[in-house]
C-alpha cells in the first residue's frame, strides 16, 4: 500500500521568505501526485498536478517537483504572504488504481 | 461550473439517527469520490464510483455506511444508524479522467458536511 508523508507537519516563516515543503511516497509506480491546500474550515483547493511524465508544474509563486525515482515532491512558494497560511496537503494516485492516498499536511504559518 | 456542492453544510444528530449526505459533481466529470477527514486519522477514501458505477468501497468502514450514485449529477452517502464516532467532514471530490485524449485525473473538492453525531 501506498504511504504518503509529509515534513515537518507544522511551519512557521516570516513574510517574503520562500520556502519548500516536503512530500514522499513509498511506491513510485505513480499516475500523478496533486497538491492541495486547505483552509480551516473549508474544502480542499488543488493547486498543482503534476503527471508521472512531468518533472514540475508552476502556477504563479508556486512550483512543484516530482522526483518518481526518490519518490519524492517539493512544492516550493515564493516571497510567501500572509494568505498563504493554510494548510498543504500532497495526494499521489498509484498506476494501477484511480484514488489518491493523502498525506497527513503541513501547516504553513506565515508572519506578517 | 460551480463546483462541487454538498449539502448539508453542518448536521447535528443524535445517535441512532439516519444520516443522508448529498453531493453533486461538476457536470461533465466520471469519477466520484465521498472521503472522511478526522484530526486523528486525516483524510481517508470512503468510496469512489467511475460512470455511477461504484468500483471501490473497500474504505467504507461499517455496513452502516451505504452509498449510492443513481445519476451522473447526483450521489449520496447514508450513516444508519449514526454514532457518535462517525463524526468528522465529510467530502465529496470529483474528476475527469481524461481531457480529449490526455490523462488528466485532477480532483476538485466540494466544501464538505460537518457531521456532529450526539
Known amino acids: 500500500k501506498q504511504e504518503v508523508t509529509q515534513i515537518p507537519a507544522a511551519l512557521s516563516v516570516p513574510e517574503g521568505e520562500n520556502l519548500v515543503l516536503n512530500c514522499s511516497f513509498t511506491d513510485s509506480a505513480i499516475y500523478n501526485l496533486q497538491w492541495f491546500r486547505q483552509d480551516p474550515g473549508k474544502g480542499l483547493t488543488s493547486l498543482l498536478l503534476i503527471q508521472s511524465s512531468q518533472r514540475e508544474q508552476t502556477s504563479g509563486r508556486l512550483n512543484a517537483s516530482l522526483d518518481k525515482s526518490s519518490g519524492r515532491s517539493t512544492l516550493y512558494i515564493a516571497a510567501s504572504q500572509p494568505g498563504d497560511s493554510a494548510t498543504y496537503l500532497c495526494?499521489?494516485?498509484?498506476?494501477?488504481?484511480?484514488?489518491?492516498?493523502f498525506g497527513s499536511g503541513t501547516k504553513l504559518n506565515v508572519k506578517p | 461550473d460551480a463546483g462541487v456542492i454538498q449539502s448539508p453544510r453542518h448536521e447535528v444528530t443524535e445517535m441512532g439517527q439516519e444520516v443522508t449526505l448529498r453531493c453533486k459533481p461538476i457536470?461533465?466529470?466520471?469519477?466520484l469520490f465521498w472521503y472522511r477527514q478526522t484530526m486523528m486519522r486525516g483524510l481517508e477514501l470512503l468510496i469512489y464510483f467511475n460512470n455511477n458505477v461504484p468500483i471501490d468501497d473497500s474504505g467504507m468502514p461499517e455496513d452502516r455506511f451505504s452509498a449510492k450514485m443513481p445519476n451522473a449529477s447526483f450521489s449520496t452517502l447514508k450513516i444508519q444508524p449514526s454514532e457518535p464516532r462517525d463524526s468528522a467532514v465529510y467530502f465529496c471530490a470529483s474528476s475527469l479522467a481524461l481531457q480529449g485524449a490526455v490523462p488528466y485525473n485532477e480532483q476538485f473538492f466540494g466544501p464538505g458536511t460537518r457531521l456532529t453525531v450526539l
Open positions: 495526494a499521489v494516485r498509484p498506476n494501477n488504481f484511480n484514488k489518491f492516498y
Open positions: 457536470s461533465g466529470h466520471d469519477y
